[in-house]
């Protein structure tokens, strides 16, 4: 694979270093926000000194450590004293309780906080480097009357630091709609991180990368991982910015796009997978946000990059090996931060909306007319426009069909919640959705299902907002901080891996499904389909994407949360080829491998009924429900390469699969003379 501009392929050499753009944050405080002087904080549960709302300050540690299990992380730390604080909630509210304290010094802190009597301490939360460079951050339900201690102990430092108290006076959903997420520890080297299935066998894996490493972390079907450090040719461009992936070249390994200060490194996976090609382009791009999309619809991944001081670029695809380098027509003007391709019209093609920042804050929507035809959208869009921002996140909030958007302020908390009334026209609905009471900034957003209950929550500004329905949020009681999304242990829950290291998400019973394309006529991850699922109580709809946010890469396979929906009626793909393809009764709780038909005409609609196959994994026999086979036609069995390895009969609605070797295959059955592909696992 070869990066090229015009007929000329050339290696620049520059600095590796980056120029590092900080914008100043600012923290809107509500009204009657107190500030405490320094007090000292009683030294006992008997006699905790009352705090409300604000910011207070903590000049000692004298005081005893609690007589009961500590709530945060880390809890069997030499802690000697500690300070106590007594909460009494004035009405029901949500608390967050952080010693990020915007203008007051960063201090390595750990807190606890107890509800009940003081012989009888309960936790309710805690946190240990929850917030930036050790500081803390949680938050919790507080009750009108209920008193709550707080806890700081000396685990780590007994340095002066000032703590926040914030009151989120806003409908609190009941606790199962809530996200739990339990800590834990990833060795990578390197970063941006990402979470992205790298083999193509469906199952999310762990990435991280230097300059000369990529460092994956596979995920095992059996549980755990196995770490690979793959060295690679020195990457001109570091991913200091943005990392994204996809499988750019078609051979079904993920390559990587780094996105830096003064250029773009691609990394391309060679054909076994086991190894990286490093090419660079010359050209001069300081690389924000990077996405890896059809542009021209041609069948070819291409590759976009946000521009941070000139017009966009791109890269085509020319399906040769060679890529072509244009810049403009996809955004003019600089200030370009964070791009994501979304179908906002429901046109059946991918648009692109870049919030902005700095020196041209306009957010832009590129309207895509075809023929590689894209339109800027004026008007509509107004309530876009000159809001500092460097990400939004683009789902259906509300299961209606189209694509709502978050656009997260940035420089202020200035959150714009907009609401698609269809084809593209909105409305601003931030009032009263309870993003307007959530007072932080942030430069990444991102939206995903994280309590598998139907709804679309939103990651940013150092919390999750839990969809409550009709366009409202609640903040979530835990943050498991910004970085890439997927599952990386199997167990339907989503994982974040980024800020705060790896955090599993904890199932809550609800049901699930993620789906796994496989394109023919369309690029091999079908990036651009949309894909609508269908149950008893409505619809949602996902589309597959490479790279949302700012920095951090999230798996590319959708995922649905299905609440307690053991069967989908109908799952319907509309790939960028135009071929629309339908399954029905569709098992919950599975990775869905889905591979394109093909097909002469792009109109062709299929409407085939799905087959499901049960138990995946499978150790004796694979059982297969949903159509009518042709048994008379062995099913022939191949493995993730694509190799032949068996033809078995099918014999009473089962295959035998004891024989082979664990791991990933694919059946290819027919079915009233229509070849069709099953994926299950060996285990």
């Not at 027919?670 to 060996?682: M, S, T």
Request: charged share 15%.
């Amino acid at each position: 694979m070869q990066v090229s501009t015009g007929n000329v392929i050339r290696r620049k050499s520059v600095s590796t270093s980056t120029t590092h753009r900080m914008h100043q944050r600012y923290i809107v405080l509500p009204l009657g926000l107190a500030f405490s002087f320094p007090l000292a904080a009683q030294q006992t549960c008997s006699t905790a000194l009352p705090v409300q709302a604000g910011i207070h300050a903590v000049d000692v540690f004298d005081g005893e450590l609690p007589n009961a299990p500590r709530c945060a992380a880390n809890d069997q730390g030499p802690a000697t004293f500690a300070v106590w604080y007594a909460y009494t909630a004035s009405a029901d509210t949500i608390v967050q309780l952080t010693t990020d304290v915007q203008g007051f010094p960063q201090v390595d802190t750990r807190f606890h906080v107890y509800t009940g009597a003081c012989s009888a301490l309960t936790c309710i939360v805690g946190n240990d480097n929850g917030g930036f460079n050790g500081t803390s951050r949680a938050s919790f339900e507080a009750m009108t009357g209920s008193s709550y201690y707080i806890v700081f102990d000396d685990r780590w430092s007994s340095a002066p630091f000032s703590f926040q108290i914030e009151e989120t006076f806003y409908p609190i959903s009941n606790g199962e709609n809530y996200c739990q997420f339990t800590p834990s520890f990833l060795n990578l080297q390197g970063n941006p991180l990402a979470i992205v299935d790298m083999d193509n066998d469906g199952l999310d894996d762990a990435v991280a990368v230097t300059q000369t490493l990529v460092n994956i972390h596979y995920q095992q079907a059996e549980g755990g991982f196995a770490p690979v450090a793959i060295p690679t040719d020195y990457a001109d461009y570091p991913a200091s910015w943005s990392l994204c992936a996809g499988d750019l070249d078609g051979n079904g390994f993920k390559d990587l796009m780094y996105g830096g200060g003064y250029g773009v490194s691609f990394m391309f996976a060679t054909d076994d997978g086991a190894g990286f090609l490093e090419r660079s382009g010359p050209e001069y791009v300081f690389s924000q946000r990077s996405n890896m999309v059809d542009i021209n619809n041609d069948g070819h991944l291409d590759a976009f990059v946000c521009h941070d001081v000139a017009p966009n670029v791109f890269y085509l695809n020319n399906g040769d090996g060679f890529f072509t380098f244009n810049q403009g027509s996809l955004g003019n003007s600089c200030g370009n931060y964070g791009s994501i391709w979304v179908d906002y019209d429901n046109d059946g093609d991918m648009d692109l909306y870049v919030a902005k920042c700095g020196c041209d804050p306009n957010d832009i929507l590129m309207r895509n007319d075809g023929n590689s035809q894209f339109a800027q959208v004026t008007g509509p869009l107004g309530p876009f426009d000159y809001h500092q921002s460097w990400s939004s996140a683009w789902g259906d909030f509300d299961n209606d069909g189209d694509m709502d958007a978050l656009v997260g302020g940035s420089d202020f908390p200035d959150h714009r919640l907009m609401r698609n009334d269809g084809a593209g026209v909105f409305t601003n609905v931030t009032e009263d959705s309870g993003l307007d009471r959530f007072l932080m900034q942030s430069i990444e957003w991102v939206t995903h299902d994280f309590n598998n209950d139907g709804l679309l929550d939103i990651v940013g500004g150092g919390t999750i907002m839990i969809n409550l329905g009709e366009m409202r949020f609640a903040l979530n009681t835990y943050s498991p901080g910004i970085g890439g999304v997927g599952d990386l242990n199997g167990d339907g829950s989503l994982d974040v891996l980024g800020q705060y290291g790896l955090q599993f998400g904890v199932p809550n019973g609800n049901h699930w499904l993620r789906v796994a394309l496989h394109g023919t006529l369309s690029n091999s991850e079908g990036i651009g389909a949309r894909i609508t699922v269908e149950h008893g109580t409505g619809q949602q709809i996902r589309e597959v994407r490479s790279g949302d946010g700012f920095r951090y890469m999230s798996s590319i396979m959708p995922h649905f949360g299905l609440g307690e929906h053991e069967l989908i009626d109908r799952i319907t793909v509309r790939w960028p080829s135009g071929i629309i393809q339908i399954l029905e009764d569709v098992a919950a709780d599975q990775v869905l491998h889905i591979t394109e038909p093909i097909s002469t005409s792009v109109a062709n609609v299929i409407t085939r009924p799905s087959l499901v196959a049960f138990p995946n994994p499978a150790a004796d026999r694979l059982w297969i429900k949903g159509a009518t086979i042709d048994a008379s036609t062995a099913v022939r069995l191949t493995d993730l390469a694509g190799r032949v390895i068996s033809s078995v009969p099918f014999l009473d609605g089962s295959l035998p699969v004891a024989s082979l070797q664990p791991g990933l295959y694919t059946a290819r059955v027919v079915v009233n003379g229509i070849p069709e592909e099953l994926r299950f696992r060996k285990e």
